[in-house]
């Protein structure tokens, strides 16, 4: 038989005993949109993990940190590469160096300092950390409560939200009690901040007009001169007014990068105070030019796939470089592993089905005895009615995999409102944890195709092998 | 696919034996007994005949039918229609057969309850992958013959027994198959529409020259249509006879024959 006029038996067969056949069918959607739920969940928390991670910015980012210091991320690398004291400092010229290197997008450097903020005459102290302008497209940024910096150098500021909440003078209780960014931002727009630092002065010029002119001596030229710290540089207390221009929902807890801080300047601003940096003690030995040296730079790559290219060329040059690479490595591990056994609950409702499959059309046999007598009387092959009962069950699986899917995303959306109500009752902001990709909806739809077809397999060798003189001995 | 076409021919030329069965057994084993339900019959059907199987309930007339229909496989002996021994043919190749050789009626129509008249009748046409457009025009002809055309889209509930034989008749005769079949084809009708049926089974023989036969109970009726009868008992042949009041009746020959 043609495979048109089986698809027109077939479903005219299902027709003929409609409620028996739609109660199949609505056990093999209740399989599989219980597969789906379930997949979609695991697909769905994944995609909120990764979201998490990609709220750190740092999945193009790749964090470069010269040798000699002493924040090594891994021992072995250590021992192998160059010996701290021997590596290169991470200065101008290195960054311009690696800002080359292909598949780079800029590198910039990490400015972070802890300092005091006054705010409406009250002391508050936190880090403060610069911003590149390229952090404006960054997903960490996107969601910035006011605007972002109006240029490069201007004296304005970013606050984290926890920072402005605590300008305002709201606790908050442990994550519990989250105000929302909105309601922060608006009483803070506009107002200044005055930033209190320490700024670090080449010794021999005058700090506020030749900032730029190069230190009398360093290391080399006078190595057994004065006391050492007045040989370099000298510290300057200075303050800086910085007006408030945005508020960002940002987990200051999230990871490395320059998210980790509670203010935000503009890079180019930062740069220019001069400010004194944790790092500088250390460096206080030889890093006398007011050539900066940073502690760390940040590496924007193109696409997370040249991560690891990127990484391997900077260690190349000799410095320590990180990613989250081998962080979300594992963690997809582990969303693998959980799809898995989420999958594996969600087929045993269809595993139900399948037995519902086998039970109806074992019945339809029994029922149709007579008819599969007489086509086989009028000719039928044994392949013929074979092909009839695989076809018929073939078409209850592709519809109950369709009306699942459907059925699974409907479970999938109102659980995901039931669960934002929770969380808003609960004062968590909503998440989307709750995804039904189209490979999803392709996949179940033909495995439940073919779990029916299997289903099919024993009552459609039953029906072929029927006897025709029994089948139609019987009125 | 239909058969290859022949040219209709009459009663009158039949050298060629159609069915032959020799020492056809078949028996059923029924918990301890066995049952012999065709035992030991030799008889030669020649082409374009029409035969009477008769016998009482029992006799192994339905069970000669079905070991020829190709439906059941002998026990022993064959049984040999248009040279193909039936017994050493494969599940697959028997089906062919059955599609493409036999047509048959029975006592209780066996239309499919779910399908149209003109669904049923094409549906061996389904089985031999004909077009969609020839097996309309074929179903629509078909049932044109037996008088159904407008009946075509009713279900075989709606209608009478004498038009649900009518339309198996139909069927049967869709893929012009060369052995018409008939298991007690006017059974469950009465008289006057059992009579129709039997002229058109008559016509087919003798305007198509298919090979008819036919498993009655009935010996009147038997007499009246065919040319030879052939008595069965406990599964053994105890006569043949040609029937003189319809063998030597002259045939009604129509132009579409080509007869002389």
């Known amino acids: 038989m043609k495979l048109p006029d089986l698809t027109e038996l077939a479903l005219r067969n299902l027709r003929e005993s409609v409620l028996r056949n739609s109660l199949t069918t609505i056990g093999i959607s209740v399989g599989v949109a219980s597969l789906v739920a379930m997949l979609s969940l695991g697909i769905g928390l994944q995609q909120l993990a990764s979201r998490r991670l990609m709220k750190s910015g740092l999945f193009d980012t790749v964090v470069v940190t010269s040798r000699r210091d002493l924040r090594n991320f891994n021992r072995e690398e250590e021992r192998n590469g160059p010996a701290p004291g021997e590596s290169r400092i991470l200065d101008e010229p290195t960054r311009r160096e690696i800002e080359h290197l292909p598949n780079v997008l800029e590198a910039y450097p990490d400015i972070r300092f802890i300092t005091e903020l006054r705010y409406e005459d009250k002391p508050h102290l936190t880090t403060v950390a610069a911003l590149p302008p390229s952090a404006r497209s960054n997903d960490a940024f996107e969601t910035v409560q006011g605007q972002f910096f109006s240029s490069e150098l201007a004296p304005e500021a970013i606050l984290q939200k926890a920072f402005a909440e605590e300008l305002l003078g709201k606790t908050p209780k442990a994550g519990v009690d989250e105000t929302s960014v909105a309601e922060l931002t608006a009483p803070l727009l506009g107002k200044e901040l005055t930033m209190r630092y320490a700024q670090r002065e080449a010794a021999s010029t005058a700090p506020a007009q030749s900032g730029n002119e190069k230190s009398a001596n360093d290391n080399s030229a006078a190595p057994a001169d004065q006391s050492l710290a007045g040989a370099a540089y000298s510290v300057v207390s200075r303050e800086q007014k910085l007006k408030i221009v945005g508020v960002a929902d940002l987990d200051p807890e999230s990871m490395r990068g320059p998210t980790r801080a509670r203010v935000f300047l503009p890079l180019k601003l930062a740069e220019s105070l001069h400010v004194m940096q944790p790092t500088d003690l250390r460096e206080i030995s030889r890093a006398a030019s007011d050539q900066p040296v940073y502690s760390s730079v940040s590496v924007r790559v193109k696409s997370p796939g040249q991560i690891q290219t990127v990484e391997d060329a900077v260690k190349k040059m000799g410095f320590n470089a990180f990613s989250i690479l081998d962080a979300s490595k594992s963690i997809q591990q582990f969303f693998k592993v959980l799809d898995v056994f989420l999958g594996i609950f969600g087929s045993l409702a269809l595993a139900v089905a399948f037995i519902g499959i086998v039970n109806t059309l074992v019945m339809a046999i029994l029922e149709r005895r007579r008819e599969i007598g007489i086509m086989k009387a009028i000719g039928a092959s044994d392949g013929d009615v074979k092909r009839l009962f695989f076809a018929e069950a073939g078409a209850m699986g592709i519809l109950g995999g369709i009306v699942g899917v459907a059925l699974g995303w409907a479970i999938g959306q109102v659980i995901n409102l039931g669960t934002n109500i929770y969380l808003k009752s609960q004062s968590f902001p909503p998440e989307h944890f709750w995804s039904v990709p189209w490979w999803l909806v392709a996949f179940a739809v033909v495995f439940s195709f073919f779990v029916s077809l299997a289903a099919g397999l024993y009552p459609a060798g039953r029906a072929a092998r029927l006897d025709p003189v029994q089948a139609l001995r019987y009125e | ?260």
């Open chain 2, 1 to 260: 696919m239909s058969t290859t076409a022949r040219p209709p021919r009459s009663a009158s030329v039949n050298s060629v034996s159609a069915i032959r069965a020799e020492q056809l057994c078949r028996h059923y084993r029924m918990g301890e007994t066995l049952i012999r339900a065709v035992d030991g019959v030799t008889l030669t059907v020649r082409a374009g005949e029409f035969v009477a199987l008769l016998g009482s309930s029992g006799s192994g007339k339905s069970s000669v039918l079905n070991l020829i229909a190709g439906l059941d496989r002998p026990t022993s002996g064959s049984v040999i229609v248009h040279d193909r021994d039936l017994a050493k043919l494969s599940r697959e190749e028997l089906a062919k057969y059955r599609l493409h050789t036999v047509g048959m009626v029975f006592q209780s129509f066996n239309l499919i309850a779910s399908m149209t008249l003109a669904e049923n009748v094409e549906l061996p046409m389904r089985f031999a992958e004909v077009d969609r457009e020839k097996r309309d025009y074929l179903a629509r002809e078909a049932l044109e013959r037996v008088g159904l055309q407008a009946r075509m889209n009713h279900r075989p509930s709606e209608l009478s027994g004498g038009e649900q034989q009518r339309a198996a008749l139909a069927r049967a005769l869709i893929n012009r198959p060369q052995l018409l079949l008939a298991d007690e084809p006017t059974g469950n009708l009465d008289s006057h529409t059992g009579t129709e049926i039997m002229n058109m089974v008559r016509e087919f023989n003798q305007q198509l020259g298919m090979t008819v036969a036919m498993v009655t109970h009935e010996r009147a009726l038997a007499e009246r249509y065919a040319q030879r009868l052939i008595f069965l008992a406990d599964g053994k042949l105890i006569g043949d006879e040609s029937n003189p009041a319809v063998a030597d009746k002259p045939e009604p020959v129509r132009a579409e024959g080509g007869q002389p």
